[in-house]
């Protein structure tokens, strides 16, 4: 288990600044959701610019209020994992190509990192990605069936700092047991933040939950050891370097 807890953590985006105004339009003064999300309006680069123009339509997906036919929109049939909020995709591409028997369904509402994705996707020949760029929260209710994922990849969420700001995390028990149900029996829920407290809910919320099951090679807190496929990326080497702690908890479908 890693060691430091004292010193800030290296989550490489902070939301936390209120800006609440810039969600997206469809919300009325009446009923606004609660999101995990703020939309930035953040630089497109010039190269995510050419990806998005020249890959955008062959691996993205719409959101639509209907069950995915996964086989369909990968072309074969094969075990899936959606990944929750990718970021810029580092670990996303890296994951996709040590697992070619897999495919991998991965949710991004920020367009750059959306865009940073398909460059790797065009510069690695990587086929196995398809991206939604919508609010995964939506995407796992309307488009995901039950039990059709083998995995699911949450990996370094938004912390959500501040106490009043935590009901938009990500991993709390309504969200965990939707994507419970729509795991396959020893299908698995990944989960990995470098933020002490969040570990400490994800442990509580994951064990909470009945339909699944602590991976057997998790410690007496409830951390399973970094598995193979999760790279340490270049934010989380840094902050390895400095002292933070990172923690993985890994549950199972029974
Ligand atoms: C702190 S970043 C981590 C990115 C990446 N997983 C990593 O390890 O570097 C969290 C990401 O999750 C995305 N995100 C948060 N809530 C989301 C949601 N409901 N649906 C899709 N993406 C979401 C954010 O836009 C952000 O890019």
Redesign the pocket.
Known sequence: MPSSTSTPPI???K?DAPADAQQPSTDTPHHRPI???VLRTGRVTTGQQAALDALGTRYILPFQPAVLNLAQVFGRDAPTVL??????G??TAHIARQRPDENFLC????TP?VGALLKRIGEEQIGNIRIIQ????Q?LAQMIAPASLAGVHV????PWHKKRHHKRR?IQLPLVHELALRLQPGGYLHC?TDWQEYAEQMVQVLSAEALLRRDPAADADGYAPRPWYRPL?K?EQRGLRLGHGVWDVLHQRA
């Open positions: 989550s490489p985006e939301p999101r995990s999300f990944e929750i909020g990718f970021g810029m580092e670990a949710c991004e509402v920020h990192g919508h609010d995964a929260v995407v990996f370094f969420p938004d990500l990995a990326t934010f």
